[in-house]
């Protein structure tokens, strides 16, 4: 036990030791409940935007920062741990420490492939998530030209758009419309009239 606690107190594992004792007791409270773990990795300072595009450049995004933070020094610390027990001169230990932190990233960056794969994908809101859903009419006509509804979107959020229709149905303010399409270089949606009565999932 004593060699094992002056190989991790000696150059070059001893600059490792210290930053592994903090990721543990960071997890630690992690685990417990203190800390809450972002797990999209993008803090709110300006020190975590910074450290997120550091480890983005390093070719370690697409994971929580803590995560590739915490393999990058638990594998330094073990790589430089077996090097120091394995040499003692000088020049051979700041060999060691060059070769324990390229051994951190490229073991970091293959760890961190697959873990991308693990992570669920961010899916980006688009105005096609409003076609099929119901909006309300808010302007006293809605024609090939003009109009405009309030639809609300999957998470709650209400939105006004424009609208436009494809036949001559009256639509007053405050009635109900089906989006049907959405037209991309006008950006506008189709609405048609909904009738209640067709909707499959209407209470009986």
Same mark, same amino acid.
């Given at each position: 036990?004593?060699?094992?606690?002056?190989?991790?107190?000696?150059?070059?594992?001893?600059?490792?030791?210290?930053?592994?004792?903090?990721?543990?007791?960071?997890?630690?409270?992690?685990?417990?409940?203190?800390?809450?773990?972002?797990?999209?990795?993008?803090?709110?300072?300006?020190?975590?935007?910074?450290?997120?595009?550091?480890?983005?450049?390093? &070719?370690?995004?697409? /994971?929580?920062? *803590?995560?590739?933070? +915490?393999? #990058? $020094?638990? =594998?330094?610390?073990?790589?430089?741990? @077996?090097?120091?027990?394995?040499?003692?001169?000088?020049?051979?230990?700041?060999?060691?420490?060059?070769?324990?932190?390229?051994?951190?990233?490229?073991?970091?960056?293959?760890?961190?492939?697959?873990?991308?794969?693990?992570?669920?994908?961010?899916?980006?809101?688009?105005?096609?998530?409003?076609?099929?859903?119901?909006?309300?009419?808010?302007?006293?006509?809605?024609?090939?030209?003009? &109009?405009?509804?309030? /639809?609300?979107? *999957?998470?709650?959020? +209400?939105? #006004? $758009?424009? =609208?436009?229709?494809?036949?001559?149905? @009256?639509?007053?303010?405050?009635?109900?419309?089906?989006?049907?399409?959405?037209?991309?270089?006008?950006?506008?949606?189709?609405?048609?009239?909904?009738?209640?009565?067709?909707?499959?999932?209407?209470?009986?």
């Amino acid at each position: 036990m004593g060699q094992f606690v002056d190989a991790a107190l000696s150059f070059p594992t001893v600059l490792f030791t210290f930053l592994l004792l903090v990721i543990i007791a960071y997890w630690v409270l992690v685990v417990s409940g203190v800390f809450g773990f972002d797990g999209g990795g993008d803090g709110d300072g300006s020190e975590a935007t910074g450290a997120t595009g550091l480890l983005s450049g390093l &070719g370690l995004g697409g /994971v929580p920062a *803590a995560v590739a933070v +915490s393999l #990058l $020094v638990v =594998v330094a610390w073990f790589a430089s741990l @077996v090097g120091g027990t394995l040499f003692t001169s000088t020049p051979a230990l700041v060999a060691v420490l060059v070769a324990a932190l390229v051994c951190a990233w490229a073991c970091t960056r293959l760890l961190v492939l697959s873990l991308r794969r693990l992570v669920p994908k961010e899916r980006v809101p688009s105005r096609a998530d409003f076609v099929g859903r119901m909006c309300v009419i808010r302007t006293r006509r809605v024609g090939r030209d003009f &109009g405009q509804a309030e /639809v609300t979107s *999957a998470d709650g959020s +209400s939105a #006004l $758009v424009q =609208v436009r229709q494809t036949g001559d149905e @009256v639509f007053a303010a405050g009635s109900v419309a089906l989006i049907f399409a959405y037209d991309s270089p006008g950006e506008f949606f189709w609405v048609t009239p909904y009738d209640a009565e067709l909707d499959p999932d209407r209470p009986i």
